[in-house]
C-alpha cells in the first residue's frame, strides 16, 4: 500500500532533550513537508523539502531541524530550543507538480514533561 | 487580517440538517482553495478543491467568492459521521515556495 507514515504515534520527552520525529513516504513524492498543530489552531509549516538535500525553513522553524538524505525520508529533530514543544506534528508530501494536494501521515504527539 | 480566517464554531445541528461554514482569505491572487476534514486527534484529509466558482460532490458543495474574497462549505442532510473539524486551506502565495496555509477550523457536531 502507498502512504505515509510516522512513528512513533506518541512521544513522551522531559524538558531539555532533543527528540527526532520520523516520517517515510513510499508515493514516490520529491516535496515533504512538516506542519506543527497545537489545540484549536491551524496546522503551521515548520518546514518543507522539494527534492534530496536542500530543505527550507517554514514560518515556525527556530528550535526545530529537518534533514533529508534519501527521497523517502525526511525526520524532524525537535531540539531543546523549542520552547513550547508540545503538539501534534503532521508530516506532508506531495509530486512537485501539484504541491496544492498533500497527504499526511497520521501525526505524532509529542508532550514534554 | 489572518491570512485565513474561519469561525471555529462548534455548530451543533440535528441530523438532516443544511449547514454552512464560510472561510476569508486575504490575498486576493489565490486561485486555488480547498477544504480538509480533521476528525479528533487524526490527521487532515483532502475534502474538496475549488478552482472556480464552486464545486459540488454528493452532499457537499463549496462556493467561492472572488470579490469578497470568502469560500464557503455547504452541507446538505448531515450524517453523524460528519462530525469533525472543516479546515480551510488556502495555497500560500509566496514567490518559490509552495505550501498551505491553513485555517484553525469550524468544528460541526452532528447530534441524533
Known amino acids: 500500500d502507498g502512504g505515509i507514515t510516522q512513528s512513533p504515534k506518541y512521544l513522551f520527552r522531559k524538558e531539555g532533550q532533543n527528540v527526532t520525529l520520523s516520517c517515510e513516504q513510499n508515493?514516490?513524492?520529491?516535496?515533504m513537508y512538516w506542519y506543527r498543530q497545537d489545540p484549536g489552531q491551524g496546522l503551521r509549516l515548520i518546514y518543507y523539502s522539494q527534492i534530496v538535500n536542500d530543505f527550507q525553513k517554514g514560518d515556525i522553524a527556530e528550535g526545530y531541524s529537518v534533514s533529508r538524505e534519501k527521497k523517502e525520508s525526511f525526520p524532524l529533530t525537535v531540539t531543546s530550543a523549542q520552547k513550547n514543544p508540545t503538539a501534534f506534528y503532521l508530516c506532508a508530501s506531495s509530486s512537485l507538480a501539484d504541491t496544492d494536494t498533500q497527504y499526511f501521515g497520521p501525526g505524532t504527539r509529542l508532550t514534554v514533561l | 487580517r489572518k491570512e485565513v480566517e474561519q469561525d471555529p464554531g462548534p455548530f451543533n445541528v440535528p441530523e438532516g440538517a443544511t449547514v454552512a461554514f464560510n472561510c476569508t482569505y486575504s490575498n486576493s491572487a489565490s486561485q486555488s482553495f480547498f477544504w480538509y476534514r480533521q476528525d479528533c486527534r487524526k490527521e487532515p484529509k483532502l475534502l474538496m478543491s475549488v478552482y472556480s466558482s464552486g464545486n459540488e460532490d454528493g452532499r457537499f458543495t463549496a462556493q467561492l467568492n472572488r470579490a469578497s474574497q470568502y469560500i464557503s462549505l455547504l452541507i446538505r442532510d448531515s450524517k453523524l459521521s460528519d462530525s469533525a473539524t472543516y479546515l480551510c486551506?488556502?495555497?500560500?502565495?509566496?514567490?518559490?515556495?509552495?505550501?498551505?496555509?491553513f485555517g484553525s477550523g469550524t468544528r460541526l457536531q452532528v447530534q441524533p
Open positions: 486551506v488556502v495555497p500560500n502565495m509566496d514567490t518559490g515556495r509552495r505550501a498551505l496555509t
Open positions: 508515493l514516490n513524492h520529491d516535496a
